[in-house]
């Protein structure tokens, strides 16, 4: 049984990791002091590391929370922009850039990121790109990690139970059901694959 840190467990996105990880001791963090373990931001710096210092020993983080403005290229401002990036995109690393610091010996992170950088649709040019940029961190930040840690990144089409939610903006696309997402968490956390990109699409 390993100490697994999961981001966002309350979201349907962290619903659906938490199927995946049954075999384990899972500590939640999130936004709301209320409804999680642990209040953690992951924007900022100091959010994390108090996070870290306050769980101590843990195995494994999961992610699957990162905040993403939506609008057009030509609507799109800087500050939209740089709310996508710091979240998403930056408050990955950061997690990871300081987590490394206090995982385990041959420990795991796994991100968040989504189909939309393979299958754009309107309005979530932003989404596309921080979920790229992670898609590429991960495959090149797994060479430089120490002490055997691990890292993957879950890419998965839209949920079933996000259907009503993000059905009317994704057109065309086959929903999947958050079970199936979990094994791609179960199989980043359980395995010993590093480096991956782990699609899950219908």
């Given amino acids: ?25 899972v500590i939640t963090a999130g936004r709301s002091a209320d409804t999680y373990d642990y209040q953690v931001d992951i924007t900022s710096e100091d959010s994390l590391r108090n996070l870290y210092e306050s769980v101590g020993e843990f195995d494994a983080v999961v992610n699957t929370v990162g905040l993403c403005e939506y609008a057009t290229f030509e609507e799109m401002t800087q500050e939209q922009w740089m709310t996508t990036v710091m979240s998403k995109m930056m408050g990955q690393i950061n997690l990871v850039r300081i987590g490394q610091e206090y995982i385990a010996d041959k420990g795991s992170f796994t991100l968040i990121t989504g189909i939309l950088n393979l299958k754009p649709i309107p309005y979530a040019v ?10 590429t961190f991960v495959q090149v930040v797994a060479h430089e990690l120490p002490r055997g840690i691990r890292i993957n990144s879950v890419n998965p089409t839209v949920l079933e139970e996000a ?7 994704m057109p065309g696309f086959q929903p999947v059901p958050g079970a199936l997402v979990g094994k791609a968490f179960e199989r980043s956390v359980d395995g010993f694959i590093s480096g991956q990109v782990l699609y899950v699409d219908a």
């Fill in 1 to 25: 049984m390993k100490t697994v840190i999961l981001i966002g467990a309350n979201g349907k996105m962290g619903q659906a990791a938490l199927t995946g990880l049954g075999n384990h001791k």
């Fill in 126 to 135: 932003a989404d596309a790109t921080t979920s790229g940029a992670i898609d």
């Fill in 163 to 169: 259907w009503d939610v993000y059905g009317e903006m």
